[in-house]
């Protein structure tokens, strides 16, 4: 069972707000990621981290930013969220040595007014 | 670059019966593995099954085997004896850059018919 966690799992705020988007993991993984699931359930990578200290860029541009100071935690951050960030927000973690095997989280929805 | 194309964006089977669902990618990576992954309505993505694609022999866990083509880069997903926890979305996913992301298709809505 994979030990993954995600807060809040649904968040309405209004335009212009910042938020933090929160995903822990207690399985000890290096590798953590997070994705973009529109509307029509796609998902499109946004941020991932080999490790401690270490962010990229995914495949989708994003206005968001992340951190990972621990192994465990890996929050989003919006610091002025718009409508157009209106989406679900997932994220995951992967052993660095396994088969690139995802484990998720349960998804945070975020709505913007 | 990598994709993964699922070109059945919903399908239906009647419960107890058979459905594959495909899914065709492409990867520059020389070994891989290759990933089905099951989203239920407002839950959990979950890992459904996966191949390896150095080994020849197609993988089944339980009512789900696929049907892994190396040669043609396709990766087809059977389930058998269909039940009504089976409808969700069902996403294939490939890895790029030696396994360090996994890239999903667009998704396969499945719908069980009771």
């Known amino acids: ?113 | 670059a990598q994709t993964v194309t699922q070109s059945q964006p919903e399908m239906s089977v009647q419960e107890a019966e058979t459905v594959t669902l495909s899914c065709t990618y492409d990867t520059s990576e020389s070994d891989y593995y290759l990933f089905w992954y099951k989203q239920p309505p407002s839950r959990q993505m979950i890992l459904v099954i996966r191949q390896e694609a150095y080994k020849q022999q197609n993988a089944t866990e339980n009512r789900f085997s696929v049907n892994f083509q190396k040669a043609a880069k396709s990766f087809s997903l059977k389930i058998s004896d269909s039940q009504l926890g089976d409808a969700a979305m069902y996403f294939c996913a490939c890895p790029n850059f030696g396994n360090e992301k996994l890239t999903f298709g667009t998704g396969t809505r499945l719908t069980i018919i009771p």
């Open chain 1, 1 to 113: 069972e994979a030990d993954i966690y995600q807060t809040p799992r649904y968040l309405v705020i209004g335009t212009g707000k910042k938020i933090t988007l929160e995903c822990s993991q207690t399985m000890g993984h290096d590798k953590m990621y997070w994705y973009q699931q529109d509307p029509g359930m796609e998902l499109h990578l946004i941020h991932y981290s080999y490790g401690v200290n270490s962010t990229e860029k995914g495949d989708l541009s994003s206005e968001s930013t992340v951190s990972r100071i621990r192994t465990e935690h890996f929050p989003l951050t919006l610091e002025s969220a718009r409508p157009s960030h209106t989406s679900q927000y997932l994220c995951a973690s992967s052993d660095w040595a396994s088969t690139g095997e995802l484990f998720f989280g349960e998804g945070s929805r975020l709505t913007v007014l």
